[in-house]
């Protein structure tokens, strides 16, 4: 091939590079693998998504899972940034100087690698910053309380963004002068719930910020999931020493790291600091065991699962917010016969008045369902609305006949105790996602108290245990018909115990004999 024909094609090569970083990364940056050296980044296909979204966005939240590679590919997005652009500054910020200067040395030995023809001449090259002679530059800082006011340049890199001391107050000096036309990256595994990146992140999903929130799964990882196209790979992995499975890659990290580490090492939840109330390794199955098949009703307030059934009672257990985007009301609604979770009403917006009148429809629908709001406060309110507006009378009754449960802290603890067994017990089946997710981040604070974290809500957990308190009383105090899960198609009288505890004004009568009442 003649000089002119080289040239020219290094020339279509360098605009094949500067026009798509996916191509300039795929085919000439190269990083060092743990397992296999110095290899190509050939980037797997959630990792060029990746790029595509930090192109199209000014902002960028990336909640990722534990060594996915993102950090390396942010590197190598920044490096083609510089090569490619005029006097185009790059600041990464760690959770130590440390960890900023190993992103640099990143993309140092991907510019050592690069062919000549790829590279701008560097004129500083120290261990906090890399000068080209097309003007660009990276620099690595540490995260001081300082730094904000020193980022100014055209991309700002949030490494491990969850882990930055001084987040805070980096933030509010850096993003005045950010806004005016630099661009952010901060990506992180999750560190626990009410940092700065827990904040930034809900934020931006719920269209609150700048920030494009962007998530990836451990699955799209095909070092950690099978996905075809990729055999070769994993007869290396089995040839090494030991050997690597990666049919079996779930199984040997979960077995080696506690469930709660798993969740956020992995699974990217966000989760509570303190001890979880519900033990881990339950949660582990309840999590599994969400059911995501449900109808929506009240726009899209109240999820449901499966029909009413016209021979089963119900139960539902209620708290109740004021409705101005604060908590949320919740009514939670478990049949009496099987114990199921068989609808969740939750919202944040609904007044007072029509939560009453949804919760009346909701009774009446589930066979005239007992109700048990709670009688704190704003609960007096709901009550009126139920009973006297509403006309609904099937209501719960304490020992001074006041309709309600006053919550108070020695019975708020023995109901969520309570909570606790059933679930342990499985006298209630669980179905929603939301519920469980709340009980991920529902603690025994450093003083034993049963809490919600941080920055977190209990109001299903609440809900839920006025349900399971109801669903306790009606069953130890009433003769019910036995439901057969397999015998649908049936309605069979109860062959089960007929003596209860009957509550009178004076008390109450242990083991009353009702057969009677079921010849």
Request: with cysteine.
């Amino acid at each position: 091939m003649t000089e002119d024909k080289i040239k020219k094609k290094l020339e279509k090569e360098f605009r094949k590079c500067k026009e798509d970083p996916v191509y300039f990364i795929s085919n000439f940056i190269k990083v060092v693998h743990p397992i296999f050296g110095m290899v190509n980044f050939d980037l797997y296909p959630f990792q060029q998504k990746l790029i595509q979204q930090f192109k199209s966005n000014r902002f960028s939240i990336l909640r990722k899972f534990r060594q996915a590679g993102c950090t390396t590919l942010v590197a190598a997005y920044a490096l083609w940034k510089c090569i490619f652009n005029s006097h185009y500054k790059v600041v990464i910020l760690s959770k130590d100087d440390d960890a900023s200067m190993e992103v640099l040395s990143r993309m140092k030995t991907a510019y050592d690698e690069l062919p000549d023809w790829l590279k701008p001449p560097l004129i500083k090259d120290s261990a906090h910053a890399l000068k080209f002679n097309n003007g660009s530059e990276i620099r690595s800082k540490s995260s001081s309380k300082q730094s904000g006011r020193s980022v100014a340049g055209s991309l700002l890199i949030l490494d491990e963004a969850a882990f930055i001391e001084n987040i805070d107050t980096i933030w509010a000096a850096a993003f005045p002068i950010i806004s005016t036309g630099g661009s952010v990256i901060a990506l992180s595994t999750v560190n626990g719930i009410g940092n700065w990146f827990h904040r930034q992140y809900n934020e931006a999903r719920a269209g609150e910020n700048s920030f494009k929130a962007i998530d990836i799964n451990w699955k799209d990882h095909p070092q950690y999931h099978r996905h075809p196209g990729y055999e070769p790979m994993y007869e290396k992995l089995l040839n090494q020493d030991p050997p690597i499975d990666i049919d079996k890659w779930e199984q040997t990290t979960r077995g080696a790291i506690s469930y709660k580490e798993w969740l956020q090492e992995y699974e990217a939840e966000f989760l509570g600091t303190g001890d979880t109330f519900v033990d881990g390794e339950i949660l582990k199955q309840l999590k599994e065991q969400v059911n995501q098949e449900y109808g929506t009703k009240y726009n899209n307030r109240m999820r449901v699962w499966g029909d009413i059934h016209p021979h089963h009672d119900y139960v539902v257990g209620v708290d109740t917010s004021i409705g101005r985007g604060l908590d949320s009301s919740v009514a939670q609604v478990i049949d009496l016969y099987t114990g199921e979770q068989v609808a969740e009403f939750k919202s944040n917006k609904t007044p007072i008045n029509e939560f009453a009148t949804i919760l009346a429809q909701i009774g009446r629908e589930y066979n005239t369902a007992y109700i048990i709001p709670e009688r704190n406060l704003i609960g007096h309110n709901l009550i009126y609305q139920l009973k006297e507006v509403e006309q609904y009378d099937n209501l719960f009754l304490d020992e001074k006949h006041e309709i309600g449960v006053q919550m108070a802290d020695a019975n708020r603890r023995q109901m969520l105790v309570a909570v606790d067994e059933a679930i342990r017990l499985n006298k209630i089946k669980l179905n929603s996602e939301r519920t469980v997710d709340e009980l991920l981040t529902f603690i025994i604070d450093e003083v034993g108290r049963y809490k919600a974290d941080t920055n977190c809500h209990d109001d299903l957990i609440m809900g839920l245990a006025l349900a399971v308190f109801g669903f306790n009383e009606i069953r130890a105090n009433t003769p019910m018909i036995q439901h057969r899960p397999n015998d649908d198609n049936k309605f069979i009288l109860p062959v089960s115990r007929t003596k209860y505890m009957i509550r009178t004004p004076g008390g109450l009568i242990e083991e009353e004999d009702l057969k009677w009442l079921l010849s």
